[in-house]
Structures are given as C-alpha cells and as structure tokens.
DNA sequence: ATAAATGCAAAGGGTTTGCAAAGGC
DNA sequence: GCCTTTGCAAACCCTTTGCATTTAT
C-alpha cells in the first residue's frame, strides 16, 4: 500500500505550518488515507480502537478537519445522515455508486457529466460550483449472500 | 393554487386508514403540500407559527411521515446536514440545482441520465434503486445581490 | 367512551466545543 | 517552558420517542 507517502505528505504540511506532528494525526492520517473504502468517522475510531491506539472521537475529527484543509482528504455526503472522507487521489472527479445493504462505495467516471452539470447550470442562471451523484443499489455481493453490513444506512 | 386538492386526498387517505383528520395534519400538509419550495421540517414550523397555528415539531415529522406514506410527499437529503420535502407532482423524476447562498432549489429534467444510471449500475454489477444527482452552485439572484437566506446550508 | 394525536421534554445519533491534563516544539 | 493537542464530557443540531393531556370518532 504506497499510502506512507501520502502520511509523509500530511506530516510536511503540519511543520510547514507550524502544527505538532503527533502520533495520533499521523495514525488517523494512516487509516483515512490508506483506506480503499469510504469511511465514516467513527469507522476510523474503531479501526484505530482495534488495531492498536484508543483514540478519541473528538481528535478524529478535528484531524479530519485538518487533512480536508490540506487537500488531502475529500469529505463526501451521500445522504445517509453522516459523512464519509476518502483520499484525495490523482482521479479529477468522479461518482459513487453505494450499496443500501453493505454500505460498500464503488466509484466511476463520466466525462459528460461534468459538460451536461455545467450546461444545466447555465441554462438555470446557476454560477457552477459542484456536483454530486450517486447511483443507490444493491452490490454483486449482497445480491447473491447476506452480507456483512460495514457502514450502513441509517436512513434506508 | 391548486394543493386544496392534494390536501383532500391526503385527508381522503386519512379516513381511509381509520386516522383522524386532526387540523394539525392538515394544516402541515397544507404548507408542504402547497410550497413551490423544498421545505425542511423547521421551515413548515416557522412557516405555521408565522401565520396561525403553532404546531410542535414533532406533529410535524409524524405528519411528515404520514404524507412520505401516502405517496404525497417526497424526501430529498442534499447532504445539508437536514432533509427537504417536496410535494410529489405527477413529474416521474428529476434532478436538483441547489443554491448554497440561499438554499434555494431548482428542478430540471434529463431522460438521458436515468439510462445511464442504470447502464453504470449494470457494467459494475449493481442491482440499480434509484439515484442522486444534485448540482451545488450560486443562483441568479445571489450573483447579484446579498441575499435572503431562507434555508441556509449547515455544512457549506 | 374509546382510541389515537398532540405537546412537551427527554433521549438519540452525528458532530462540535470547553477545559484541564498531557505532550510537541 | 510555551503553546498546542488530547481526551472527556457537555453542548449542539436534527430527529425520534415517552408520557400525560387533549381531541377526533
């Protein structure tokens, strides 16, 4: 997982701006950015909280907070009544498709999207500023087994 | 306006179901049911405390339930951190142009992104539910003047 | 008269904040 | 040593729930 860069990254703009490097940004940095899935807050507090260090809430947060801030980390709402945060890849833009049962993100591109975004906006008078789509649905996994339920819905 | 209408059959629905017909329940759905805008539960307390009656919050999200239930109403969740409801008009489906200065909200239709929702779904082998395409932007009357923030977005 | 709805206040989930204690610099 | 972060608990916002009172039927 080439993901240690990233955490180096987010350790350089914490000195650069003066910010303390401490043992708890750099491990919840380790698991947002290293993560292939779209996590929560609370989901990184209990990965954190099972793997090794007991970290509050609040610090993850405010960490997350920080790594946004430092173009690091994309925060995403998809409506569920929390909010997930993946790494700011190289990828410019693209959409989610998200599992009701499993909570599992997939993600896809769509060149024209962006266009047509921008056209309707225009059309309506709207000064563009972004867009977000999501395709709801029920994963390959969960169709055919009872899955294990990750982040899920609490608005189903 | 034409939701004297929508709040009969919602009064219609009522009866039928062998639940009173309470002037609160109709006078909620009454509001929502005649907005042209997209309400949050707060907005049809304040909209029913500025006119007439004072409703208690929690009447309205059970009648906001009831309405949800009777298919006369439709929850939007546009990532604001609250929930919207519109009326449910006889349009099929539609996507949302939203206005972070104001909150206001915009509806326009494209026949084109439901194929390609369901095409995306497929190719990543999704079983397809329904999607979200929401367009975050500043609306023409924001661009040019300070405006009158009616649901102003928590999460900016 | 019966059964359900209302209103208020308390509880609930996700998130933020205040403040004493701990830890980078 | 100074200043910031941490952790915990309390506060906060939106929403739901419990319970005594009111109201529709």
Redesign the pocket.
Same mark, same amino acid.
């Given at each position: 997982m080439g993901h240690d860069g990233v955490v180096e990254t987010f350790a350089t703009y !914490? =000195?650069e701006h003066? !910010?303390?490097?401490? @043992?708890? $940004?750099l491990a919840i940095a380790h698991v947002l950015l290293g993560s292939e899935r779209h996590l #929560? @807050?609370?989901d990184v507090a209990s990965e954190l909280a099972r793997a090794h #260090? $007991?970290?509050? !809430? @609040?610090?993850v947060? =405010?960490?997350?907070?920080l790594l946004v801030k430092s173009g690091l980390l994309v925060e995403r709402d998809f409506g569920e009544?929390? $909010?997930r945060f993946e790494p700011a890849r190289d990828i410019p833009h693209h959409e989610h498709l998200l599992c009701t049962v499993c909570g599992t993100v997939h993600e896809f591109r769509d060149e024209r999207l962006e266009r047509m975004t921008t056209l309707v906006a225009e059309a309506n008078g709207f000064a563009r500023q972004r867009h977000l789509l999501v395709i709801y649905g029920v994963c390959a996994d969960c169709q055919r087994a009872a899955p294990i339920r990750r982040s899920p819905l609490?608005r189903p």
């Open positions: !914490l =000195r003066g !910010l303390p490097v401490t @043992a708890q $940004r #929560s @807050a609370d #260090s $007991r970290i509050g !809430l @609040a610090t947060y =405010r960490t997350i907070e009544g929390f $909010r609490t």
